[in-house]
């Protein structure tokens, strides 16, 4: 099948479902299970905000498109690396403008569900990129979240950036707690030349996410302060209640 033809597909998002492999050209991808109705284009913008991106779900699907010569078929189940750009293209055929080998601007983070003895259920994922947005006189970067998620308890919860790239329980006071090994909020400390005075700020501080009625969150959150290389490498949570102090109810590593 050649691109053009790939491209007049019709395809539509329905079940999905997070998976990731170690020791793999795709060490962290989510699964789509497809319907009608959508393109590989159409997906790549939802899912990487750029329509572009459509060859990296192509060359991402290689081996399935092999196995059933069409991706057309409802409930036919396809690959999203977790970043955009984390996909060898061959050289015979770049990808325009080079994106697979320039640092992704955005990725999924799968989120799940904290548990007593690992990690729960999936719950969805949510989409972090960087986009640019106007602060007083002045343009800066800034993080955008575009939230996927189901399962969780209607109303407002506490939500954070965490310090460790872990979902896992940990310890403390001799019990279990779900979802400690995150560690802290993310703090940012620094010192004034000048002054000598060391001043933090709480950079995981993010604005509460609010589950609608049916356990959805499809909101998207726009971060001034962050950027997505703060979050490389750490953890977002989602707590019990609006409360800081409740319970670490989900959680997603960032890629």
């Not at 970067?141 to 998620?149: D, E, F």
């Not at 308890?153 to 019990?175: I, T």
Request: glycine share 10%; net charge neutral; charged share 20%.
């Amino acid at each position: 099948m050649n691109r053009r033809a790939l491209l007049s597909l019709t395809f539509g998002v329905g079940l999905v479902v997070v998976v990731c492999r170690a020791n793999d050209a795709w060490a962290c991808y989510v699964e789509y299970v497809l319907k009608e109705h959508d393109t590989l284009q159409s997906i790549a913008h939802q899912i990487y905000n750029d329509p572009a991106k459509w060859q990296i779900i192509y060359w991402a699907n290689q081996d399935r498109l092999a196995e059933h010569r069409t991706l057309v078929r409802p409930g036919t189940s396809i690959r999203l690396p977790c970043t955009a750009g984390n996909m060898a293209v061959p050289e015979d055929k770049p990808i325009a403008g080079s994106v697979a080998r320039k640092e992704p601007q955005d990725v999924i983070v799968p989120f799940h569900l904290t548990s007593t003895d690992g990690v729960g259920r999936k719950i969805g994922f949510i989409h972090a990129r960087n986009t640019r947005m106007s602060v007083g006189t002045r343009e800066e970067i800034a993080l955008v979240l575009s939230l996927n998620l189901e399962g969780l308890p209607p109303g407002p919860h506490a939500f954070h950036v965490h310090s460790n790239p872990n979902c896992g329980p940990g310890e403390a006071d001799g019990k279990v707690v779900p979802g400690l090994a995150a560690g802290p909020h993310l703090f940012l400390k620094g010192t004034g030349h000048e002054t000598g005075v060391t001043y933090t700020s709480h950079l995981g501080n993010l604005p509460n996410l609010l589950v609608a009625n049916d356990g959805t969150a499809k909101q998207e959150i726009a971060v001034p302060r962050l950027t997505l290389d703060d979050i490389r490498g750490r953890s977002i949570v989602i707590h019990a209640s609006q409360d800081d102090a409740s319970a670490r109810q989900a959680c997603g590593v960032v890629p």
